[in-house]
């Protein structure tokens, strides 16, 4: 397919090679291991809190979260009401301990709290999770340019890898930390001139207060939820605790994002980082999401295809259920037109007065299309059993390519590489560090040198590319992407949370109670994830409270086991 | 602001803001507004 034209792989090729190459020369000649992990102690805050910002803000980010607003409405938002608040207990607790303790790694403060098999269990439950992730990290981005632009997929999934493999490995943290902090300006500027343009292409047909009205009627505006509904994955409160123990552990613990900030040449600067996290990071999701909604009310007076992943349905044409698909398809076709006629009807009323008649029959002919598509993909699944029906991963990527300019495809098919190679870029720099850290130069090379070490980090961290292009090369399409690597994410992050807060707030319980209650509380949280319908958020903080709780419970049966010196 | 900046001093706050305590404090009146706006778009929306 020719829809990416020469303008845009110019633009695209010469936005990627030139970060790349910039952060190569800003950050020659990197040659121990301080500088290697720590990036020489020496970044200031601007470039910390970018690099904060670009490790969470994967290829899925900028895929999946315009798609899942117009499938679902604004309410993803939520999800990250608890992140500033995070942000704050990280800022005042985590850095200042990190940093008294001159720490490479999260996990080697457990052993200084505990002992060496705490330390352990937090470095792998972060291995096992993360080397996962960073496979979804690369798969994710390749399985939807590759279908969607014609590219082997293969050939999309070795290209992201082998790049960022070579810059993580050759120029260590520090290269990550610059080449994200320009990745990330690409972007912000890619999604606010997408904005501009969806919200231009619209003021032909309908003003931008009004275009809101018509996404509020059909159910799109719907930021805030204050129900209280353990099942329901986004409300105010979930947000506010779930996604506050999930950013706690996320940012406090992971160790793709405690490196960004220990590269900081002071507390101060790290604390800043952060906090400038706190303080951009729902603005920006809810930019994202409000895309989602654009291009939704956009797709309400432009007819869109009933549905989005066009491979899949060419396949379904060629499958004996075509002349149901193309009577699917015309029926579509009325549903679609008696919207768009109800959605200009309700404009109108918005002008005139009187609206709550013609919302209420825009809202009715919003509820026919959703059904006509929910029909659609029920003869895709009948059709292809194996083929994906939730199709909210193509609608930004479509959009893009069928009504963007061209030079502004190729600046956005950037922005969705950048954001996979940068967040990748920290998970393997991550990786690679907690493997030589915390278990090869502590358990099997205690007297390493530091070239020694520099060497087996850039090893390791190759090793973890090739393991994440493995993973990559051999995964299937999942559910929706961002919330697999969320709910993935969750299933470990609650346990490796509940082990920092009670090193951090807990002095009484010492190494093997906490041990114990850690392994306690992964099998209660897998049991959950295989046997309830939880809302996935709700795992970080049964994790963690299982931790805690179990751990006091245990510390006068087996604290008295443990030698180790109580916490200072 | 460069990386190769002047050290700044290990454990101050922004000058203007004088505090760490108030840094957070204005983190956390952010987010009130802003779950504040967004509870007054969604009913003026829907």
Known sequence: ?568 | MSDDAPKSTPDAPPPILGRWRNVYVLLVVQLALMIGVFAALTWWAS
Not at chain 1, 95 to 124: H, M, N, S, W
Not at chain 1, 238 to 263: E, H, I, K, M, N
């Open chain 1, 1 to 568: 397919m020719g829809i990416v034209r020469t303008l845009d792989w110019v633009v695209l090729v010469g936005t990627i090679l030139t970060i790349v190459a910039y952060g190569a020369w800003r950050t020659r000649g990197t040659r121990d291991i301080e500088g290697y992990l720590k990036g020489g102690s020496s970044l200031t805050w601007p470039t910390i809190g970018l690099s904060v910002m670009a490790t969470q803000a994967s290829a899925i980010t900028f895929l999946s979260t315009p798609g899942q607003a117009y499938e679902d409405g604004m309410r993803f938002v939520q999800f990250y009401f608890g992140l500033p608040l995070a942000m704050i207990v990280i800022s005042a607790i985590f850095i200042p301990l990190y940093y008294r303790q001159k720490v490479f790694t999260a996990y080697e403060f457990l052993e200084t709290r505990f002992d060496v098999k705490v330390r352990c269990l937090g470095a792998l439950l972060f291995l096992v999770q993360r080397g996962l992730a960073a496979g979804i990290t690369i798969y994710a981005p390749a399985i939807i340019l590759s279908s969607i632009l014609g590219w082997s997929l293969s050939g999309t999934i070795l290209g992201i890898g082998i790049v960022v493999i070579v810059y993580t490995v050759t120029g260590g943290t520090k290269m990550v930390s610059q080449t994200q902090k320009h990745q990330m300006v690409v972007m912000m500027s890619g999604m606010i001139v997408a904005a501009i343009v969806i919200a231009h292409d619209l003021s032909d047909t309908v003003s931008l207060p009004h275009a809101v009205k018509v996404a509020g009627a059909l159910g799109r505006m719907n930021v805030i939820d204050a129900s209280f509904d353990l099942d329901n994955r986004y409300n105010l409160w979930s947000g506010l605790t779930g996604g506050f123990f999930l950013a706690l552990s996320y940012f406090g613990t992971d160790q793709s994002q405690v490196q960004r900030y220990l590269t900081g040449r002071s507390v101060t600067e790290s604390r800043l980082g952060l906090l400038f996290n706190g303080m951009f990071k729902i603005p920006m999701q809810f930019l994202i999401l409000f895309i989602g909604v654009l291009v939704f009310v956009f797709y309400v007076f432009v007819k869109p295809p009933v549905f989005f992943n066009q491979p899949t349905i060419e396949a379904v044409r060629e499958t004996s259920h075509a002349a149901r698909l193309a009577e699917v398809e015309s029926r579509f076709d009325d549903a679609f037109d008696a919207r768009r006629s109800a959605a200009l009807a309700y404009v109108a009323a918005l002008e005139r007065g009187g609206e709550e008649g013609a919302k209420a029959a825009l809202t009715a002919a919003g509820e026919d299309v959703a059904r006509v598509r929910a029909e659609a993909k029920a003869l895709v699944a009948e059709a292809i059993p194996s083929a994906e029906t939730k199709d909210a991963d193509y609608v930004f990527i479509s959009f893009v390519l069928g009504y963007l300019p061209v030079g502004l495809v190729g600046l956005l098919v950037a922005v969705i590489l950048s954001a996979a190679m940068s967040s990748t870029a920290s998970e393997l720099n991550a990786l690679g560090s907690t493997t030589t850290i915390d278990l090869y130069r502590r358990l099997f090379k205690r007297d390493a040198s530091d070239a020694h070490a520099l060497a087996a980090s850039k090893l390791f961290t190759m090793m973890w590319g090739c393991v994440a292009l493995a993973f990559a090369s051999f995964a299937s399409l999942l559910d929706n992407l961002i919330e697999a690597v969320n709910i993935l994410g969750s299933i470990f992050y609650g346990t490796v949370l509940g082990l920092f807060l009670v090193a951090f707030l807990v002095k009484r319980v010492t190494a093997t109670p906490v041990f114990a209650a850690a392994v306690v509380a992964q099998g209660v949280v897998v049991t959950l994830f295989f046997t309830s319908s939880l809302g996935f958020l709700w795992y970080n903080v049964v994790g963690c409270g299982v931790v805690v709780i179990v751990s006091l419970l245990l510390q006068p049966i087996l604290g008295a086991r443990d030698t180790t010196a109580p916490p200072r």
